[in-house]
């Protein structure tokens, strides 16, 4: 089993920052992918972010300059900076992680989510 522990959400008012962590414990051979989703009220899931393992980025058009996301691969550990935050970004933000238990058995983790809110 891979269980993920997510922190950092909040209340914040427009224009604030908040840091969104995750960590992955358990039975861990290897990570890949790493990444971030949302879900607001009424609205389907969204990825928000990831990160492969050689580093590399991509985001979601609507938080492209403002959100960053990063990984500790020594922790199992990734990261959701999230600057200059807008009432839209309202919602529950989720974790996914994926990778190996052994080097024949793979996996796909979700957190329990974390609720952000950006209201004045």
């Known amino acids: 089993q891979v269980q993920l522990v997510e922190s950092g959400g909040g209340l914040v008012q427009p224009g604030g920052s908040l840091r969104l962590s995750c960590a992955a414990s358990g039975s861990i051979f290897s990570i890949n992918a790493m990444g971030w989703y949302r879900q607001a009220p009424g609205k389907q899931r969204e990825l928000v972010a990831a990160?492969?393992?050689?580093?590399?980025?991509n985001y979601v058009d609507s938080v492209k300059g403002r959100f960053t996301i990063s990984r500790d691969n020594a922790k199992n550990t990734v990261y959701l900076q999230m600057n200059s935050l807008k009432p839209e970004d309202t919602a529950v933000y989720y974790c996914n992680v994926e990778g190996y238990r052994s080097r024949s058995s793979r996996f796909s983790s979700w957190g329990q989510g974390t609720q952000v809110s950006v209201s004045s």
């Open positions: 990160i492969t393992s050689g580093g590399s980025t």
